[in-house]
């Protein structure tokens, strides 16, 4: 590959890291065309880029972008995507639904989100628990609309008692 195409690559790569906020390693050494297939068209339903990385291009774009990479270096071997996403969570559920139907694979090998690092696919349980924005605005309004709802409920059934 010529210098001029890994310098492009590594500026795609580097626009990626900016315009989404989190990030997947993921191997998918052993997945055949068919499957590889059906996972892009599951990642595109959930809105989450798939993309197939040379792992040193990759480091690379990640230094441009003034990103740590000491801790994910054992991560970028053998053969990578990346799952590049907005929703924290949505690449963990699909890494863990895809991979109940194809033996564990895509495997997760890291990942950064919500500004932390998690190496290993011990952590696929925990990135699937994490709530975006939006579930965490959702949770905080449910908990102030609880009280208000039950100081409601029981006027009405107070004012219901005086009108009998």
Known sequence: MKKED???LIDSFV???????HFYIVDVTA?????TSNLRRECFKNEVKLQVVKNTLFVKALEKNGFDVASLNDSLTQTTAIMFCNTANKPARIIKDFGKKNNGIPGLKAAYAEGMTYV???NLDTLCA???????IADV?????????NVLSALENREEKAAE
Request: cysteine-free; charged content about 25%; hydrophobic content about 40%.
């Open 141 to 149: 309004i449910a908990a102030l609309e609880s009280p208000i709802m």
């Open 130 to 136: 994490l709530k975006s924005k939006n579930e965490l």
């Open 6 to 8: 890994k310098s492009a």
């Open 15 to 21: 626009e990626l890291l900016n315009n989404y906020a």
């Open 120 to 122: 290993g696919a011990e």
């Open 31 to 35: 997945l055949d065309s068919t499957t």
